[in-house]
């Protein structure tokens, strides 16, 4: 029998442009396992280049990426945090171009932990020309999926690691998938380097989550698609808060902005966010297992219940909640009693993101795989020119 990807035939899929994105959702969970390998083999390395600077209370560590890879370090700089007791920003790479005096500290020495896809964004390279420009002591660490691109190459710099992680996560597709994921998993662990062996059931774990999204409700969330509704809000708590995030932009641009998409925290929702939720609103909402942080997100989605009435809610939860109502509970663990570490549960929670967003733009007969008709986006942003650093600026 021919093996089908997300319910497809290779034939169908490229019929309806779609191959890549759909092998690059379905094929996360064994790229998990070989990131974790590949993290935990290259240990030592890691280490040495780290500890100095993870055990500085000086050192000015900076999470930066363009689009998704932005997303990556507004999911991990809370888990960095906490598990290495050291002040992290994440500062989009379009954000240091234009401002580099706001963000970039001359007289403190400087981790820049740079997040790509393909490494040639122009943004992303012009973000550390400028911090090697404007920073005396400066340290790059370059987490990348493409080993031709142009970040990957500069690994030769002066105090600079470059971490190429295993080639199933350069996407072909236009939307980031493995990639995102991939990446948001080395840098977990990265923040965890030194308890990594620790880890093996959490990983097992992870992938047993991925696959059982995209085996037992893969369909579920295709029949879903099928509902009339042109906005999305997604909600998440704390590190959920990133994974909700990029599932915004995931289903924005595979559906070629038809759906127009929203993310908040569950408390942010409230302040006057909610105001966008109306019959033709996808809600999405990313539980945390944390049982103090999930007293105050089913406080809003009983108050949403009463109040608002969106066209269908999808609850992600990794233990079964039965005081939430919710149109489609997607439950994780199927024992309540062993439970991931919950700093790897953006990883998981993204799919759900990509596969509402691959399925909806099926359903509207757009190309996952190039889905923007008039070249809005691409695979790679273009047309932006990277300008000199004025030596009047006032920035």
Same mark, same amino acid.
């Given at each position: 029998?021919?093996?089908?990807?997300?319910?497809?035939?290779?034939?169908?899929?490229?019929?309806?442009?779609?191959?890549?994105?759909?092998?690059?959702?379905?094929?996360?969970?064994?790229?998990?396992? #070989?990131?974790?390998?590949?993290?935990?083999?290259?240990?030592?390395?890691?280490?040495?280049?780290?500890?100095?600077?993870?055990?500085?209370?000086? /050192?000015?560590?900076?999470?930066?990426?363009?689009?998704?890879?932005?997303?990556?370090?507004?999911?991990?700089?809370?888990?960095?945090?906490?598990?290495?007791?050291?002040?992290?920003?994440?500062?989009?790479?379009?954000?240091?171009?234009?401002?580099?005096?706001?963000?970039?500290?001359?007289?403190?020495?400087?981790?820049?932990?740079?997040?790509?896809?393909?490494?040639?964004?122009?943004?992303?390279?012009?973000?550390?020309?400028?911090?090697?420009?404007?920073?005396?002591?400066?340290?790059?660490?370059?987490?990348?999926?493409?080993?031709?691109?142009?970040?990957?190459?500069?690994?030769?710099?002066?105090?600079?690691?470059?971490?190429?992680?295993?080639?199933?996560?350069?996407?072909?597709?236009?939307?980031?998938?493995?990639?995102?994921?991939?990446?948001?998993?080395?840098?977990?662990?990265?923040?965890?380097?030194?308890?990594?062996?620790?880890?093996?059931?959490?990983?097992?774990?992870?992938?047993?989550?991925?696959? #059982?999204?995209?085996?037992?409700?893969?369909?579920?969330?295709?029949?879903?698609?099928?509902?009339?509704?042109?906005?999305?809000?997604?909600?998440?708590?704390?590190?959920?808060?990133?994974?909700?995030?990029?599932?915004?932009?995931?289903?924005?641009?595979? /559906?070629?902005?038809?759906?127009?998409? #929203?993310?908040?925290?569950?408390?942010?929702?409230?302040?006057?966010?909610?105001?966008?939720?109306?019959?033709?609103?996808?809600?999405?909402y990313f539980f945390s297992s944390d049982q103090y942080v999930y007293q105050y997100e089913r406080d809003l989605l009983l108050a949403i219940n009463e109040k608002e009435k969106s066209i269908f809610s999808i609850g992600v939860m990794e233990k079964d909640h039965e005081d939430i109502d919710v149109n489609l509970r997607i439950v994780l663990s199927a024992n309540n009693n062993e439970l991931i570490?919950?700093?790897?549960?953006?990883?998981?929670?993204?799919?759900?993101?990509?596969?509402?967003?691959?399925?909806?733009?099926?359903?509207?007969?757009?190309?996952?795989?190039?889905?923007?008709?008039?070249?809005?986006?691409?695979?790679?942003?273009?047309?932006?020119?990277?300008?000199?650093?004025?030596?009047?600026?006032?920035?």
């Open positions: 029998m021919e093996k089908t990807h997300l319910g497809y035939t290779k034939d169908r899929l490229t019929e309806f442009g779609a191959q890549f994105t759909a092998v690059e959702i379905e094929q996360q969970p064994e790229l998990w396992l #070989k990131t974790y390998s590949q993290i935990l083999n290259s240990r030592p390395q890691i280490i040495n280049f780290m500890e100095r600077l993870i055990n500085s209370n000086n /050192t000015d560590i900076i999470f930066t990426g363009a689009g998704t890879s932005a997303f990556i370090g507004n999911s991990l700089r809370g888990i960095f945090n906490k598990n290495n007791n050291n002040v992290t920003r994440a500062i989009a790479t379009t954000d240091i171009v234009t401002h580099p005096h706001y963000f970039l500290n001359r007289e403190k020495p400087t981790l820049l932990v740079s997040f790509a896809r393909s490494g040639d964004s122009p943004e992303s390279i012009a973000a550390v020309q400028l911090a090697d420009q404007l920073c005396k002591s400066l340290f790059h660490l370059i987490i990348t999926c493409n080993a031709d691109g142009k970040l990957a190459k500069s690994a030769n710099k002066k105090n600079t690691m470059v971490i190429v992680l295993p080639p199933e996560a350069n996407d072909k597709g236009l939307a980031m998938t493995s990639s995102f994921t991939s990446m948001l998993l080395a840098g977990i662990l990265i923040s965890k380097i030194k308890h990594l062996e620790a880890l093996e059931n959490d990983i097992e774990l992870l992938t047993n989550y991925g696959q #059982k999204i995209i085996t037992q409700y893969a369909e579920d969330l295709r029949k879903t698609c099928e509902l009339p509704f042109n906005r999305a809000v997604f909600l998440g708590s704390g590190p959920l808060l990133g994974c909700a995030e990029e599932c915004h932009l995931k289903l924005q641009e595979l /559906t070629d902005g038809y759906v127009v998409s #929203k993310f908040d925290s569950f408390l942010g929702f409230r302040h006057g966010p909610k105001a966008v939720i109306n019959p033709s609103t996808l809600m999405s570490d919950p700093d790897l549960l953006p990883v998981v929670n993204t799919l759900i993101g990509q596969l509402t967003g691959f399925y909806k733009s099926l359903h509207l007969g757009l190309k996952p795989d190039n889905p923007s008709a008039r070249g809005a986006i691409t695979r790679v942003v273009q047309g932006v020119k990277i300008y000199p650093l004025m030596n009047n600026s006032r920035q």
